[in-house]
């Protein structure tokens, strides 16, 4: 009962006429995103997240989320009409996406990939909204030696599911823990790695060193690039499968939806992770695996079902824990933190309006993105057509724009440039930006629990292994440390990330 009075709460915020706004702005931006290749949710979320300051928070974090769980839809129309994946987690469905559409089926493919979006999405919702309270209560009991070992196996968990070294994974880490570090110590109120500069005390901010890392970085790398667009020239066709496609899609859906839902709660799973699982989990219980690689309508079911529950499942442990599971979470916390809300355990009791806000708004943006997704077809292959030497000066120039306009500071411009060349450079050396960028997020609350507990105990590090939830948490973190010593382990996680990198 308590969970259908908090919804009907949030559709009662959720229809408003500003945050009704804000959603269809964000799917239909998060739309556009999954269509172009080359930006992807998380230089869009960064570029935009400047936008959500003029209003409230939960216009601007349903906004943020529109964009998110927009994109995985989105991503689908590039990987069959053109074979380039609109982002990442849009990779496996080019494989038989784009054959279905070479022989003349990609109405079907569009439309399976549509519904099974829709039908993922509403379930990951469904549960987040059932899940999320229930959760919520047990982490009250959460202390800072619990949220401390939390977070180091969520920092771990990503570097593990890195590609290349984990070693260089860590040490971005590393670099992110420093830098969130810098500026006005928590507890005792004294500078720290400011050297004597004003502009440092308030911190680093996030929105300009993310639109650098993200923004800036993917400019200077696809500029170097020639991407070839084979777009589709074929009539599209009936957008509706027929009960053929229906019926050898209802399981892969299925299975994806839950697979999906169930590697987004995890740190480092996402979408990515989910979609390459659910598509070679279809691959193996095929009756008939030759088809896939060749126009399998199950192997675009699947997949786009599972990145998009997992779309939906990255949400439980940032709204009940305050966690990001992802990197792409870790902007939505940051778009939180930038309006004064703590997402966690006691985000349901003081800001009951942004939680159940947020869950509502994302029905709405699932029936929103069904209805742009199918008729709109023809306008995001037009879309697909704009050139990048015209795309690329108008995203640096709204990405200057707008870290000026996050925090009216020059300085923030030039942290904005310096991070888009050092992430240029990390990307040509094999250096990832997520970790450093989930641990920046992290690193102050990281170092904030972790004292906050060696207070509680008079120094004792003990209070770390004594309480059951923290020693397991640690005792996993060490075990993927120790886990590429392992020649097996090691194959293996190298395996899953050329996966991942494909």
């Known amino acids: 009962m308590e969970v259908l009075s908090g919804l009907m709460h949030g559709f009662g915020v959720a229809l408003d006429p500003i945050n009704l706004l804000y959603c269809f702005i964000g799917v ?10 080359g930006i992807g949710p998380i230089s869009a979320m960064s570029l935009l997240l400047p936008v959500t300051l003029s209003g409230t928070p939960e216009a601007g974090i349903i906004m943020m989320a529109g964009i998110y769980y927009g994109s995985m839809y989105g991503g689908s129309t590039t990987s069959i009409l053109v074979n380039i994946p609109g982002e990442a987690a849009s990779v496996v469905t080019c494989i038989d996406g784009h054959e279905m559409a070479k022989i003349g089926r990609a109405g079907p493919a569009l439309g399976i990939a549509a519904l099974g979006s829709f039908v993922a999405g509403t379930f990951a919702i469904v549960v987040l909204m059932l899940v999320a309270p229930t959760l919520a209560k047990v982490a009250v009991a959460f202390g800072p030696a619990e949220y401390f070992s939390l977070m180091v196996l969520g920092l771990t968990i990503l570097s593990f599911l890195t590609q290349g070294s984990m070693a260089k994974a860590l040490l971005m880490a590393c670099v992110g823990v420093v830098i969130g570090l810098i500026g006005l110590d928590q507890i ?23 639109m650098g890392l993200f923004g800036v970085t993917e400019i200077l790398c696809n500029l170097e690039q020639q991407v070839r667009r084979d777009v589709v020239q074929s009539r599209i066709g009936s957008l509706w499968p027929d009960k053929a496609d229906m019926k050898a899609s209802a399981a892969p859906i299925a299975r994806g939806t839950v697979l999906g839902f169930l590697l987004g709660i995890l740190p480092g799973g996402g979408a990515v992770i989910s ?50 599971p992802n990197v792409v979470m870790a902007l939505l ?41 199918m008729p709109l077809i023809g306008m995001w292959v037009q879309v697909l057509k704009a050139p990048y030497r015209i795309l690329f000066p108008l995203i640096l120039m709204f990405c200057i724009v707008g870290v000026f306009a996050s925090g009216n500071a020059v300085f923030d411009v030039f942290v904005m440039i310096g991070s888009g060349v050092a992430g240029y450079l990390m990307r040509k050396f ?24 060696l207070i509680l105990s008079h120094g004792s590090f003990e209070i770390f292994v004594t309480r059951p939830i923290s020693l397991l948490c640690l005792l996993v973190a060490v075990l993927l440390l120790l886990a590429p010593l392992l020649p097996a382990l090691r194959r293996k996680r190298e395996k899953v990330a050329l996966d991942v990198t494909d």
């Open 28 to 37: 239909f931006i998060g739309t556009l995103v999954g269509v172009l290749p």
């Open 188 to 210: 005792t109120g004294f500078p720290r790695l400011t050297f004597d500069r004003l502009e440092l005390v308030d911190g680093i901010g996030l929105v300009p060193v993310v």
């Open 333 to 373: 916390l940051g778009a939180f933190v930038v309006h004064n809300v703590q997402p966690g355990p006691l985000l349901m009791t003081q800001h009951p309006q942004v939680f159940w806000g947020v869950i509502a708004s994302m029905y709405i943006g699932n029936i929103m993105l069904l209805v742009l997704n």
């Open 275 to 324: 979609s390459f699982a659910s598509y070679a989990l279809e691959r193996r219980l095929s009756k008939t695996p030759g088809r896939f690689g060749k126009g399998a309508i199950e192997g675009v079911a699947g997949p786009e079902a599972a990145n998009n529950a997992a779309a939906g499942g990255a949400f439980i442990p940032l709204l009940t824990l305050g966690i990001p």
């Open 430 to 453: 094999g250096y990832e930006a997520a970790p450093l960028v989930l641990a920046f997020v992290l690193g102050p609350m990281l170092e904030n629990n972790l004292r906050k507990s």
